[in-house]
């Protein structure tokens, strides 16, 4: 166990809705990133929240957006979802803002566009 | 082209065999090298880290990286069929914020 802790662990929505996913690091991290993983892309970094503020920003789309608020957990928005939204979204965290080689990943959120 | 390219396999090995991992990648700036382990329906577990060129042991587990060649792996001694798992390669430059992955290798330790 990472840790880290993510909800719900399985999303089914319609085309076109709006779902949030949650994301609670390991105590005493600062860093909150998101990735998603695709069969065909692999894992791919969304964004980076660092004590509450974007720090990095990777492959995401602006239908997308996140937020990390004072206690230090973060969400995920995914909105106007599509086909290809369906993935399994992973949260990681680590204690520092930069240097990014030691994250803990969650457990994973698998989301369904049906 | 990926930044990262690794193998997907399938790799399937008897349990007591040395397996070996490999990743190739085309970005110079990367200086730190990470493999993670996920099992089905898991999150990625952070198995080790190394930084610029070398190996480092950590049990079972040995991690290479040559710069030079741009090419990283990760030796599994005397296999277990719990070492059952896709491995991720992932890596970073200095300082930045992001990992950047390979898309794993499957893993099957028979019995």
């Known amino acids: 166990d990472s840790g880290v802790t993510q909800t719900p662990k399985h999303l089914i929505t319609a085309t076109g809705q709006r779902v949030t996913l949650r994301c609670s690091p390991r105590s005493g991290d600062l860093s909150v990133y998101w990735y998603q993983q695709s069969l065909d892309q692999g894992l791919q970094f969304l964004i980076q929240y660092y004590n509450g503020e974007e720090r990095a920003k990777g492959n995401i789309l602006e239908r997308f957006s996140a937020q990390q608020f004072p206690d230090l957990h973060s969400e995920l928005n995914l909105s106007s979802l599509e086909l290809g939204d369906s993935a399994l979204y992973f949260c990681?965290?680590?204690?520092?803002?930069?240097?990014?080689?030691?994250?803990?990943f969650g457990p994973g959120t698998r989301l369904t566009v049906t | 082209q990926k930044e990262v390219e690794q193998d997907p396999g399938p790799l399937s090995v008897p349990e007591g065999a040395i397996v070996s991992l490999n990743c190739t990648y085309s970005n110079s700036a990367f200086q730190y090298f990470m493999w993670y382990r996920q099992y089905s329906r898991k999150g990625p577990e952070l198995l080790m880290y190394?930084?610029?060129?070398g190996n480092k042991e950590d049990g079972r587990f040995t991690a290479q990286v040559d710069k030079s060649s741009k090419y990283i792996s990760l030796f599994i001694r005397d296999s277990q069929p719990s070492d059952s798992a896709t491995y991720l390669c992932?890596?970073?430059?200095?300082?930045?914020?992001?990992?950047?992955f390979g898309t794993g290798t499957r893993l099957t330790v028979i019995p």
């Open positions: 992932a890596m970073t430059p200095t300082g930045a914020n992001n990992l950047f």
């Open positions: 990681a965290s680590s204690a520092g803002g930069t240097g990014a080689y030691e994250q803990y």
């Open positions: 190394t930084y610029s060129s």
